[in-house]
């Protein structure tokens, strides 16, 4: 705390007008609705009234919000009311999923008519999102557990410090589900503190409890194996609880902007330097960026690029085949919300000092709206870097030197999923790029064992002793965004510009070789799936009706960073259900309907309702509004260095002009008025 006075005080300016400004944003209402805005907590106890209203709650009637979310409306008419064509807003409504005496409901609920517009009960594989409440309500019935409270009794725990956290099942094909009832469950693991909050490091390996959601009850129980807890010791991750000698300190350093930020926020709607996108918020894909435009100087015009950017999954499947972890494969987004997950980030530490925050807020189970404060930051960023430069030293007797420092804007999301952290960045550059970062920090998932030094290892541990009894698994981390590019228009053609070796056999030149660029238009939804990595590619998203000076179609280019593709066998189970990882970029036709690409009900679901499918339809994608899926991964082998902590692992992509300004955008760009030197 101390350590955190200091820094606030230093730059006490710049912290006075952050919270100005904050008040501000607070305080003073949007002066313009917007269609894509987020529901407001006040519409989401509407929506519980309508619903409720409709589904009165009884003894015999249960009723559970599982998603709650904006139904946006269509493009056209989003298009055409911020071009004032039309001077009624579109109608507001929401899509609701509830679970209504154990069957999935999918209601549009009208905030304008105040009804519910239309409804259906989903009767295919798989289920909603699970809530907070779900999860911590089955995390709680082992405590009151005669069987699981003497397992604990019998390994000399104390019930008070255990933990439970649940996990999401997955699907095993059709044989585990013969002549049984298909359940909504999860299973119910447990860890223990005593000593460390820390607790994923301390697993009661060997004990699991099978929990139906929809009863809210215990339906199984095993004790397999007994396996000593890790130790509790070098866990610690807090400041004042780790022992000491410390690192020695570097002396402060802050980001100062003595005329306050460059970018300005009204309702949702963000404009800096020549951007201006939408920011919203949603439980389950967490941010999303929607009509981000680029000003062109050139054209006098704001130029599209992208309609709408969000996560649509992440799969996470572990690679350890022990009972309590081969179900481990994990559909984060679908399952526990990449929204849901968001975490408050900590000013000055989670951002700069000179961001401005945002709350989220999302519909907990009983319909009802709960705040995440300060869940988005947006700051400027200024590393140091360079935008451009040139020494012109060629010209005898005169050196002519030009450069320009690379700021750009950032707006960030942390989203917390029980162990891991995911550090979410979507970078506006003055160049027209969109750099999109994610950050994997937090704890590894540990299995306990009787190991406790590499020497004695015999058989497949499924991964790396990090500390005495505990081996952290091997895991991947696949994260798909759905990118809905609109280059300067929605009619859009996807093109595949491989690099080709080209041989030179005859005299023409002294050169045996060189390489040529094959450009291909995808003409269908199959001509656009591509493993990444194979090689070397461009990637562009043209609008085949569009020009520039030279003739060159008016592109943007997907620039992935770094390439990891699935590993597992596509007749796995898992891999079936994420099928969706097969390839690295997969372009779609436009369809409302398809926005999560490992299905709407993710939780148990059998794979056929992934991106994977749909592209099997084999859409025509040329010329037409089309939609960019990538996936980026880690494949996760740990090390020592990520016990007990780790230490941020960063992949991301970029979205770059190609061919879509006539030349540098950022060559007219002038230096901040005054060079701040302190
Ligand atoms: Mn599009
Ligand atoms: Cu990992």
Redesign the pocket.
Known sequence: MEQNKKMAAAPSQTILFIILLHIFYIFVPSHQYHPLDSLTPSEFSQIRSIVTKAYPESSTHKLTFQYVGLEEPSKQTVISWLKNETTTNPPRQAFVIARIDHQTHELIVDLSLQEIASKRIYSGYGYPMFTFEDQENADKLAFTYPPFVASIRRRGLKLEEVVCESFSVGWYGAEEEEGKNKKRIVKVMCYYMNGTVNLFMRPIEGISMTVDLDEMKIIGFQDRVTVPVPKADETEFRESKIKPPFRQSLKAITVVQPDGPSFTIDGHMIRWADWEFHLSFDVRAGMIISLASIYDLEKQQSRRVLYKGHVSEMFVPYMDLTEEWQRRTFFDAGEYGYGLCSMTLEPLRDCPPNAVFMDAYFAKQDGMSRKIPKAFCIFERYAGDIMWRHTEATIPGKTVREVRQDVSLVVRTVSTFGN?DYVNDWEFKQSGSIKVTVG?TGM?QVRGTTYTHKDHMEEDVYGTLVAENSIAIH?D?FLTYRLDLDVDGDANSFVKSKLRTTRVNDRRSSRKSYWTVDSKTAKTESDARIKLGSEPAELLFVNPNKKTKMGNLIGYRLIPEGVTGALLSSDDHPQIRAAFTNYNVWVTAYNKSEKWAGGLYADQSHGDDTLAVWSNRNRSIENKDIVLWYTLG?H?V?YQEDFPVMPTLNGGFELRPSNFFESNPVLKVKQPKEEYSP
């Open positions: 891991y994997l590894v895991h981390h880690f996760h740990p």
